[in-house]
């Protein structure tokens, strides 16, 4: 004979589960269904405890087990892909996200947090798909206007999001959130005295000062610059290498205190770990033994420039440092006016690949047109056939830098030209930087985009011509030709947006073409 629960026993499992004693839930529940009493509401309550506990296995397969029972049911459906989100497994979460979006078409939370999901993903095509939906039923959602903005930022579609920052402060008023967004549009745009003078606005919120901040590194202000560039942390403008909160039970780093040991931890982006990484001199000046949290793909690469630098990864055992720092806040020790970046540069090879031959002591060209970044990639990209008239040059040789599958844009742009453009080259210049390298240190110049192969030409010292849109990164001071964070650098900028005839023009003068 199946059990059946006194009501006193119902009542106090009710008192336990509203007081979120979720251990004492879990254990009621068992009981319960261990002794024969099924009922669907005992069997939610405990996949919702067994959640609240992060005890995700077990909450997935009590949440599986009322969708068998009742498949349409919206709530088993939302609650079992919100503990997939929380558990990170996105794809996962999406599909019965989406599932319970099919039985409830216009629910608001559902819209919102799959677009989340997308956003998260970065797929954000689908993401605005799904606040699409939620505006067009109530085109002012502010939850959605905001997220919508939000993502066209990310998309690099400013103008766009600017419009729905904009709806949002004109039906619900004005905030600092959203001037600090209004900022972030027009720093993007290029209107950066509008983006200053709208930002005063936003007051000393996180975002706020990090606007400052790259608006006084565009400018060239650097004392000025790093001081805000913190905040980029906490607003997640900055991302710091995944699994560094391994590490977060070491101090920050002061160079008055810790002055034997530190622990870099490096940021998301190769380019940025390169930039940076020129500054990693300068600590060895004021630090004994310094350990570095880096992308492994650069470790070759740093220890031949650095080799007292000690990696580790997250599978090292427990560090004992003094402290830690992301290699980004260098700057506000080693950085802060135009004289501190006069470091001298060894022109040095990196392991000559003898593979590259230079036919008939021809020049060597090294080409990169292109960057995967979602945000910025279609302002920077330049099409190969762009350079056409600079392939047509037989007093030279060129080599791909470029990472990624280019195969039907090489292979068009050789049928055109009846030759081949590129000499033999099979190296995997997306994973393996150290042959990149060594294919870059051959060169007797780099022509690239704003992308990976333009901070790893710089780090290298090799001659190089950075073509820019003319709405450019931070990192390349504005009405400035040359960069200091790399000597051997020439910028060539667009003179109109979207428009790369000037760049090839001044391309092919620079090397007499």
């Known amino acids: ?158 103008e766009e999001a600017l419009n729905f920052f904009n709806k949002i402060g004109r039906k619900y008023g004005y905030n600092k959130g959203i001037y600090g967004d209004i900022s972030v549009c027009y720093i993007n745009l290029g209107h950066l005295n509008t983006a200053l003078k709208i930002n005063k606005l936003a007051g000393n919120t996180d975002n706020a000062i990090f606007n400052r901040s790259i608006i006084n590194l565009k400018k060239g202000r650097f004392l000025e610059g790093w001081q805000g560039y913190e905040h980029g942390l906490k607003n997640k403008s900055r991302l710091l290498k995944l699994g560094h909160h391994k590490f977060d039970y070491l101090p920050n780093w002061n160079p008055k205190i810790h002055k034997d040991s530190v622990l870099l931890i490096g940021e998301q982006g190769i380019g940025d770990e390169l930039m940076f990484s020129i500054m990693i001199e300068d600590l060895y000046s004021v630090v004994k033994n310094i350990y570095y949290f880096c992308d492994e793909r650069l470790r070759d690469i740093l220890k031949k420039r650095y080799p007292m630098l000690n990696f580790v990864d997250e599978n090292s055992p427990k560090l004992i440092v003094e402290a830690k720092i992301p290699i980004g806040s260098l700057g506000k020790f080693f950085r802060n006016n135009e004289e501190d970046f006069l470091t001298k540069y060894e022109k040095t090879k990196i392991f000559k690949n003898n593979k590259i031959i230079k036919k008939n002591n021809k020049k060597l060209i090294g080409l990169s047109w292109h960057t995967n970044n979602k945000q910025f990639g279609t302002e920077r990209n330049i099409n190969l056939k762009e350079f056409s008239n600079i392939f047509k040059n037989k007093d030279l040789n060129f080599i791909n830098l470029q990472y990624g599958y280019h195969s039907d844009e090489i292979f068009d742009l050789k049928k055109k030209l009846e030759k081949e453009i590129f000499i033999e080259n099979k190296n995997d210049n997306k994973n393996d930087l150290q042959g990149l390298s060594n294919n870059i240190s051959n060169c007797d110049y780099v022509i690239t985009i704003d992308n990976s192969t333009a901070h790893l030409a710089g780090f290298l010292n090799i001659k190089t011509y950075l073509l820019l849109s003319k709405v450019n990164n931070w990192r390349w001071i504005e009405n400035r030709r040359d960069t200091p964070w790399y000597p051997n650098t020439k910028l060539i900028i667009q003179e109109k947006k979207n428009c790369w005839v000037s760049v090839i023009n001044q391309l092919e003068e620079e090397l007499e073409i």
């Open 1 to 158: 004979m199946n059990y059946i629960p006194s009501k006193n026993e119902l009542i106090e499992f009710e008192k336990n589960f509203n007081a979120a004693d979720f251990l004492a839930v879990e254990k009621k529940a068992c009981y319960f269904i261990e002794n024969g009493f099924h009922d669907l509401r005992i069997i939610n309550y405990l996949a919702i405890a067994y959640a609240k506990q992060k005890k995700y296995y077990f909450a997935e397969q009590q949440f599986l087990k009322l969708i068998e029972y009742e498949p349409y049911d919206f709530d088993h459906l939302f609650n079992l892909a919100n503990l997939y989100r929380e558990n990170k497994k996105y794809d996962q979460a999406i599909n019965y996200f989406i599932n319970a979006l099919n039985l409830r078409p216009k629910s608001k939370k559902t819209l919102l947090v799959i677009s989340a999901l997308y956003f998260k993903k970065k797929n954000f095509d689908k993401a605005i798909l799904f606040l699409g939906k939620l505006l067009k039923d109530d085109e002012f959602d502010k939850e959605a206007l905001s997220q919508m903005g939000s993502t066209l930022v990310n998309m690099g579609r400013f």
